[in-house]
């Protein structure tokens, strides 16, 4: 049977044909489902002015330092996407601004105006309020690459998946068992363009799906360290490749980085200690442990470099000037706080001021209350009305971040119990109750995500029976658990729908558990086949000497 396989390049060549079919597919699904042409309205201020931004770097001359021409973002806000009071007059109604979005061709067309109108450089720049910055960068790409059209931002998040899969596929093209793996992900990736379509999301180029996107880089520097694969120079270049997706991918939503924090535990977890230790401390044996050291661990030294390079350009690229007051990234106390006291009952009457729970009104009103206690009227974020004290958290979110971060230690320092049990055991169950609420069950897009894995793991076996050896099986017994969990971070700061990387975590150890385990029986079978019992064995072939050597 096995002098019929293909050999190792022809069965290469053909997991690539089939690797291929399956990125075809999960794009022939997002078409069908309309995401091409659709933007999202849920929230619409980040990708509008992202917008703004991508096309003010498309002028010449280009704006750079993630800001944009006040005229290019006048125009986006006066010809239907306005959304604060003085942003247009009179302001269009909540329904018309919905309309407009979902109108591709007329949104559309907005964009391309808005680009070719005249710039007033008397305008101040326009900075990205309270969100990534690096969602503007990906608009920009969409555009540079494929025009100013509304299926770019389609394309390259698609273009995105193809090159990840591709350098997937020529790190891994020697070990079919993790080209299953990345077979397994494209399958539950079909799952998941379902999931898109709730209204939390609505398209696949929505920033907070890019943590799906994300998984993809992330599962080829996991296996890298599971396997301990020896650094090369065709393998470091193929690591950073991914490592740049995935940086990329953070500074588009923060979310992401629990991914590459993930890795780096699981990478000293992992680590061949005891080879590590020569039990000697002299020099030489020192440095021959640490080279060991890199040798096992180098996949978490270049998460390092890029996480260290990603913020080395924030802090160069941002607009000094403009950003001065402004977060140079998503506004992160706010939520802590109030996810910490939205889940917290006993929290909830102490500092909820009557709000509703989880809103940007309670997070307003907690830091307004806070300044007016601490007499912080210098802040500029701060103005007087009536003669009370009022904030304008658009002045400059970076300063309303800190004032949360002071409310936050405040609050611990003076309810310590009660902000450890929000923690673990509040946040959790808001999360879980949530995750009940949430519709993620797409009855056929599940089936066919089942057959995919079924199709993808016989399509691998067939080609070239990949056993599934017991270390290995070990290793994904723990890790693979410990992935699901360190998705679920996010429920630590504030629970959140906005889960789509853990429930494709959970899918894909679904799928992976139907795969494997089948390889893992398919195996066993096989074996016992192949020594029966009417075969002697090793001992009994060997001849029994009773006299004893001279």
């Not at 003085?86 to 964009?111: H, N, Q, T, W």
């Not at 005891?274 to 030294?301: D, K, M, N, T």
Request: aromatic share 14%; net charge positive.
């Amino acid at each position: 049977m096995r002098s019929f396989r293909p050999s190792p390049r022809v069965a290469a060549l053909l997991l690539l044909v089939g690797v291929g079919v399956l990125i075809v597919v999960n794009m022939l699904h997002s078409y069908s489902l309309g995401q091409y042409r659709t933007m999202y309205d849920n929230p619409i201020y980040r990708w509008r002015v992202s917008v703004a931004v991508a096309l003010s770097q498309l002028r010449d001359p280009p704006l750079p330092g993630y800001v944009a021409y006040g005229s290019i973002n006048n125009y986006l806000n006066r010809h239907g996407l306005a959304l604060l009071r003085g942003e247009a007059a009179p302001l269009p109604y909540p329904d018309a601004v919905k309309r407009l979005i979902y109108d591709s061709g007329r949104l559309e067309a907005l964009f391309q105006k808005a680009f070719t109108v005249t710039i007033d450089h008397k305008l101040p720049p326009v900075p990205i309020v309270g969100n990534e910055k690096g969602e503007a960068a990906y608009y920009y790409l969409a555009f540079r690459l494929f025009g100013i059209h509304i299926t770019s931002f389609w394309w390259l998040y698609f273009t995105f998946l193809t090159v990840s899969s591709l350098i997937f596929f020529l790190t891994f093209w020697r070990a079919p068992k993790c080209i299953l793996f990345l077979m397994i992900y494209l399958s539950a990736h079909f799952y998941m363009l379902d999931l898109v379509t709730v209204k939390y999301f609505q398209t696949v180029h929505n920033s907070r799906f890019f943590t799906v996107l994300a998984l993809l880089p992330s599962l080829h520097l996991l296996l890298l360290v599971l396997r301990r694969e020896r650094p090369t120079w065709i393998g470091l270049t193929l690591a950073a490749g991914q490592i740049l997706l995935l940086f990329f991918l953070i500074f588009c939503r923060t979310q992401v980085a629990w991914q590459p924090a993930g890795i780096m535990l699981i990478a000293a977890l992992w680590l061949p200690y005891r080879s590590l230790w020569s039990g000697s401390w002299h020099a030489r044996s020192l440095a021959l442990g640490a080279r060991r050291a890199v040798a096992a661990g180098w996949p978490a030294i270049l998460i390092i470099a890029g996480g260290l390079g990603l913020l080395v350009y924030q802090k160069t690229a941002i607009d000094r000037e403009a950003y001065a007051t402004e977060t140079a990234d998503r506004s992160f106390w706010d939520a802590v706080v109030c996810g910490t006291v939205s889940a917290s009952p006993q929290l909830l009457r102490l500092y909820g001021l009557g709000t509703d729970i989880y809103t940007d009104t309670m997070g307003y009103l907690i830091a307004r209350e806070y300044i007016r206690t601490h007499n912080l009227n210098t802040l500029p974020i701060v103005y007087i009305a009536n003669g009370e004290i009022q904030i304008d958290v658009m002045k400059g979110m970076g300063t309303y971040d800190k004032v949360m971060r002071r409310v936050f230690f405040d609050m611990a320092a003076t309810h310590p119990w009660l902000v450890v049990k929000s923690f673990i055991y509040d946040k959790p169950r808001d999360q879980i109750m949530w995750f009940s609420q949430m519709k993620i069950i797409f009855p056929v897009a599940f089936y066919w995500s089942v057959t995919l894995t079924i199709i993808s793991m016989l399509y691998v076996w067939i080609i070239s029976a990949p056993p599934l050896y017991r270390e290995e099986f070990k290793a994904a017994v723990w890790v693979m658990p410990l992935a699901a969990f360190l998705s679920s971070s996010t429920v630590f700061i504030t629970p959140t729908l906005l889960i789509a990387d853990t429930i494709m975590v959970l899918l894909m150890l679904l799928l992976a558990t139907l795969a494997f385990g089948f390889c893992w029986g398919a195996s066993l079978l096989q074996n016992r086949r192949k020594t029966p019992a009417s075969v002697p064995t090793l001992e009994s072939a060997i001849p029994l000497r009773l006299d004893r050597p001279s």
